[in-house]
């Protein structure tokens, strides 16, 4: 029985001690996320801590050596595809005044037409007429005397 008193003692230490060190190391984990929040570096910092040996950096610095080396390319193409967004969203304003002078245009030709196609009946009609006053008029002077 006194054995499994000490047994359960020494079970109650060791937790006490696992209890302390979790405690600790969620305490350093917070302090370590809280350094870790600003990690932009700029290119001058990034070629600074680029030339030192990786012993000589601090865990911040590494990360942040890191998350640059992954973020950069990624900047960079986003700054080519921001850029080359701009100039398509430039191209298709012009496109797009384009398309609307060239509806106006066509929406002009297509009243011209109308007209024509009313002018160009309109004068057949004349013309048939006309040719109907001259056939009239022939067949007067020819049959003069009938008449």
């Known amino acids: 029985q006194e054995q499994t008193r000490a047994e359960i003692e020494r079970i109650m230490q060791r937790q006490q001690q696992l209890e302390t060190a979790n405690t600790r190391l969620q305490a350093h984990a917070g302090d370590i996320r809280r350094s870790l929040h600003d990690l932009n570096l700029t290119e001058g910092q990034y070629f600074e801590l680029k030339g030192m040996a990786e012993e000589q950096l601090t865990l911040k610095e590494y990360v942040a050596l890191r998350f640059y080396d992954a973020v950069q390319p990624l900047q960079q193409r986003s700054a080519v595809l921001e850029t080359r967004c701009r100039e398509l969203e430039t191209d298709l304003r012009e496109h797009q005044q384009d398309l609307d002078t060239c509806q106006e245009n066509l929406k002009a030709e297509k009243q011209g037409r109308s007209d024509a196609e009313v002018k160009c009946q309109r004068l057949t009609l ?22």
């Open 126 to 147: 004349e013309l048939a007429d006309t040719k109907s006053q001259i056939q009239q008029g022939d067949y007067k002077r020819e049959n003069y005397d009938r008449v």
